[in-house]
């Protein structure tokens, strides 16, 4: 009767899902676990918070894109991004990313673009809605984005290439602006709450160039669990 029951609400938060979105985590009773082994130079931090309470949608291949806003404390050039996926047709090839500045508190103007295939994908050794949970790290090429201090930006994503949905794991909103989603590749956005009628944060760090955790060290930390 127990496994009857687990497995009518997974399908009932399956069911109650919208576009773009996985829909409310049947796990989020579990107890939060923070996944942030990096000893890089972060120097903006929403790391990943398990569970994670959805996952929402950031494929080009469905023309969606995911952007949420941040601050920094002092100037920097920002040259690795971490976030936490779920990869539903295997892990991602390539990921755009943009540097938008702040519309009265929505995402605005792309001041910086690039699509990049330096990727570094790891699994967690969790899992959710029937999917594992990845650890991406993003590398840069040069020029790096170097924004203000004190200034509010956005950061928009999107993988590009495969045929299937890829989610960007979001928690519950506590930074700045609540996280935006676009169906149409950025050039419209509307807020999760207005998308799915909760409002959520993104899970990602900004990582400058000083200093940082290689690639194979973080898959050696990752392997281990």
């Not at 040259?79 to 539903?88: F, R, S």
């Not at 001041?111 to 570094?120: C, G, K, M, P, V």
């Amino acid at each position: 009767m127990r496994i009857a029951v687990v497995v009518v609400a997974l399908v009932a938060a399956a069911a109650f899902a919208g576009v773009g979105e996985l829909g409310p985590n049947p796990q989020a009773w579990s107890p939060a676990t923070q996944d942030s082994p990096t000893t890089a130079n972060v120097c903006y931090n929403q790391e990943f918070v398990n569970p994670p309470v959805n996952g929402v949608g950031f494929a080009a291949y469905y023309s969606w894109m995911m952007a949420d806003d941040f601050e920094l404390t002092q100037q920097v050039d920002i040259a690795q991004v971490e976030i936490w996926a779920i990869y539903a047709g295997g892990v991602a090839s390539q990921i755009k990313v943009q540097f938008r500045s702040d519309a009265s508190s929505t995402p605005g103007s792309v001041l910086w673009e690039q699509t990049t295939s330096s990727l570094t994908h790891a699994l967690t050794g969790y899992q959710a809605w029937g999917y594992n949970l990845y650890y991406t790290g993003i590398t840069l090429a040069q020029t790096y984005f170097y924004p203000q201090a004190t200034t509010r930006y956005w950061i928009s994503m999107q993988t590009i290439g495969g045929s299937s949905a890829d989610y960007w794991l979001a928690q519950n909103w506590s930074h700045y602006t609540m996280c935006y989603f676009s169906q149409d590749n950025g050039a419209s956005w509307m807020s999760s709450q207005q998308a799915w009628g909760s409002a959520y944060d993104q899970d990602f760090n900004l990582i400058t160039s000083a200093t940082g955790l290689s690639r194979t060290t973080w898959g050696d930390i990752k392997s281990s669990f």
